[in-house]
């Protein structure tokens, strides 16, 4: 009789764990190995990225430099308005010549002479000042509206008055509102006759407080502290019936602590006029490969923004010659300052 032998085969599930683990395995550490090579494509396109936004933005700077050189080179009675990337009506700007060839360009510039809406600028306390003409493009001005701001906005206003008050000598330390006073004169200046000017120029010292009515009427304001109603944000005040001429000057200067002054006007309807001759708005996109970068600036088109803040500036002494009373006009020998080699201070005498 013949045996039959019979194998028996164990069956496990050991090799196919092990081919799971490993395919595990394998995914994982291909997921972390494309993730890190995903993080430094990033990377890379993050550096690269900001050394072209540089280069962008320096190019849109180049762009507002040629901009400006031009403006500066350009007669007063040429226009200056550029509305659009495209507009070609102003053949003033056919000679800017952006470098296309190296990639790296300004793409679009826009100037905005004539129909700015409000004016700007940085108000120092060391006893300089800010002159911004008022000249609008069409209607009349019923109000100028006034914004103070500082370079850095305070947390808090607790310090300011709840009233406009009298002010303490600037140095003395007795200030402590975060907010300085802003003194505003506003001058006419579509008739410079004497009489105008000596009947209708307003000097106002804007005083910053924690609340009131941030209104002063035009006709009483001359020499007036008034209130300006001030937050953590900025300080704003309104001087309204502004009335008796077409185009005014305003001359701003900070007394305590510098800031930014933001000027706008509006007509006897409460809508903003659009203002020229003031600030040329210059809007200038930069391109280098696929970033952009746009800037905007603003540049004063006033030639008087760098003018005296006084009647009469010297930089030596300042000798009155001359006394008048009634009908009576004489030279006096009692000149205090007596400057020898300045042939108006010397002490003289003249006869009846």
Same mark, same amino acid.
């Given at each position: 009789m013949m045996k039959t032998s019979h194998i028996h085969i164990k069956r496990t599930d050991t090799g196919m764990v092990?081919?799971?683990?490993?395919?595990?395995? !394998?995914?994982?550490i291909s997921l972390i190995v494309l993730g890190f090579a995903q993080v430094s494509r990033r990377e890379q396109r993050q550096v690269l990225d900001r050394s072209l936004s540089t280069q962008a933005f320096l190019a849109a700077e180049s762009g507002?430099?040629?901009v400006v050189k031009l403006i500066r080179a350009t007669p007063a009675?040429?226009?200056?308005?550029?509305?659009?990337?495209?507009? +070609?009506?102003?053949?003033?700007?056919s000679n800017l010549k952006p470098n296309i060839a190296t990639?790296?360009?300004?793409?679009?510039?826009?100037?905005?002479?004539?129909?700015?809406?409000?004016?700007?600028g940085s108000v120092s306390a060391d006893g300089g000042s800010v002159v911004m003409p008022i000249h609008p493009a069409s209607g009349s001005v019923s109000t100028v509206k006034l914004a103070w701001s500082l370079p850095t906005p305070p947390t808090s206003v607790a310090s300011c008055s709840s009233t406009a008050g009298s002010f303490p000598k600037a140095g003395t330390g007795d200030w402590t509102c975060p907010y300085g006073v802003l003194r505003v004169d506003l001058v006419p200046t579509s008739s410079l006759q004497r009489d105008t000017l000596r009947n209708q120029q307003r000097t106002i010292f804007f005083y910053p407080v924690k609340q009131t009515s941030p209104n002063v009427a035009y006709a009483t304001a001359d020499g007036s502290v008034s209130p300006m109603y001030c937050t953590t944000t900025q300080c704003s005040a309104t001087i309204s019936g502004v009335s008796?001429?077409?185009?005014?000057?305003?001359?701003?200067?900070?007394?305590?602590?510098?800031?930014?002054?933001?000027?706008?006007? #509006?007509?006897?309807?409460?809508?903003?006029l659009n203002l020229k001759d003031a600030q040329a708005v210059?809007?200038?996109?930069?391109?280098?490969?696929?970033?952009?970068?746009r800037i905007q600036v603003r540049v004063s088109l006033s030639p008087d923004s760098d003018s005296s803040n006084y009647a009469l500036d010297s930089a030596s002494a300042v000798c009155k010659r001359?006394?008048?009373?009634? #009908?009576?006009?004489?030279?006096?020998?009692?000149?205090?300052?007596?400057? +020898?080699?300045?042939? !108006?201070c010397k002490v003289m005498s003249v006869g009846p």
């Open positions: 092990s081919i799971i683990v490993t395919m595990i395995m !394998m995914i994982v507002v430099n040629e009675t040429t226009s200056l308005q550029k509305t659009s990337c495209t507009d +070609t009506a102003n053949g003033l700007y990639g790296v360009s300004y793409t679009c510039v826009m100037v905005n002479t004539d129909k700015v809406k409000e004016v700007i008796g001429s077409t185009n005014y000057s305003l001359r701003a200067m900070a007394i305590y602590n510098a800031g930014t002054l933001t000027m706008n006007a #509006t007509d006897s309807s409460n809508n903003t210059i809007d200038v996109t930069g391109k280098a490969q696929d970033v952009l970068r001359f006394a008048q009373a009634g #009908t009576t006009f004489r030279v006096p020998n009692d000149i205090t300052v007596t400057d +020898t080699t300045n042939p !108006m």
